[in-house]
């Protein structure tokens, strides 16, 4: 479907009904299941777990980060300037 059909509301070419979308999502999922090994699944679940742990780490150093230097703050402002 290119940009114009969309534009002027064309269906597509194809004239896809319901039970073929579905039966298409299904194939592709299957596909999908079958394209990686578990050890690929666990590896990838273990990278996105050390990534959120990672970026907790960030957080919780940058707020400690924030935290000394609102502490070293005076009332004229930032004493680095």
């Known amino acids: 479907m290119g940009i114009f059909d969309r ?3 064309r ?3 194809h004239e896809a009904t319901g039970e073929d979308a579905a039966q298409r ?3 592709a999922h299957d596909e999908a299941a079958d394209a990686f090994g578990d ?4 590896s990838r679940s273990l ?3 050390l990534a959120q742990e990672r970026l907790a780490q960030e957080q919780l150093s940058q707020a400690e980060a924030d935290r000394r230097a609102a502490e070293n703050m005076t009332a004229e402002g930032d ?3």
């Open 7 to 9: 534009l002027f509301h």
């Open 11 to 13: 269906p597509p070419h």
């Open 25 to 27: 999502a299904a194939l």
């Open 39 to 42: 050890d690929v699944e666990r």
């Open 47 to 49: 990278q996105e777990q």
């Open 79 to 81: 004493p680095w300037d």
